[in-house]
């Protein structure tokens, strides 16, 4: 099971996108710690999330380490998969209104973050890690 996990493509421009989803995940979650008000349990409860300080707290941890583990490329399948659920639920919860109240065009302008990631996250749950990841080291050990 762990070796499906670790299983990887050898793609060096695999790291491009481990970086730039990893990167955003892990600044995100630092900012629902260190900007609650506005990042963290604030912004659940302006969007009318249930427990919005615990949701907050979770939602900022999952980002925090998976956007970490992301960036490391160790267990990046397992690590993607929380990130893409948030990105689901992000979409969900705050878009929805958005498409309602402005339109096709400003829910296309307003979500292209959303997008990128949720994409990016999607990819990596498939691909894995790619040639410069702790996932590949450790699948092909032989090879460093």
């Given at each position: 099971?762990?070796?499906?996990l670790?299983?990887?493509?050898?793609?060096?421009?695999t790291?491009?996108?481990?970086?730039?989803v990893?990167?955003?995940?892990?600044t995100e979650g630092?900012?629902?710690?260190?900007?609650?008000?506005?990042?963290g349990a604030?912004r659940f409860?302006?969007?009318?999330l249930?427990?919005?300080?615990?949701?907050?707290?979770v939602?900022?941890?999952f980002?925090?380490?998976?956007?970490?583990?992301?960036?490391?490329?160790?267990?990046t399948?397992?690590?993607?998969?929380?990130?893409?659920?948030?990105?689901?639920?992000?979409?969900?919860t705050?878009k929805?209104?958005?498409f309602v109240?402005?339109?096709?065009w400003?829910l296309?302008?307003?979500?292209?973050?959303?997008?990128?990631m949720l994409l990016g996250?999607?990819?990596?749950l498939?691909?894995?890690g790619?040639?410069?990841?702790?996932?590949?080291?450790l699948?092909?050990?032989?090879?460093?």
């Amino acid at each position: 099971m762990l070796r499906r996990l670790l299983r990887t493509d050898s793609s060096a421009t695999t790291l491009l996108i481990r970086l730039s989803v990893g990167l955003v995940f892990f600044t995100e979650g630092l900012q629902k710690f260190i900007l609650p008000a506005e990042r963290g349990a604030g912004r659940f409860a302006k969007i009318g999330l249930p427990a919005p300080e615990f949701l907050g707290a979770v939602v900022g941890g999952f980002e925090t380490v998976c956007g970490l583990l992301v960036l490391i490329g160790l267990l990046t399948r397992l690590a993607s998969l929380p990130l893409l659920i948030i990105m689901l639920v992000a979409l969900a919860t705050t878009k929805v209104e958005v498409f309602v109240n402005d339109g096709f065009w400003e829910l296309l302008h307003g979500s292209r973050t959303d997008w990128a990631m949720l994409l990016g996250s999607l990819f990596l749950l498939i691909e894995g890690g790619g040639r410069w990841s702790m996932d590949h080291r450790l699948y092909h050990p032989d090879q460093r």
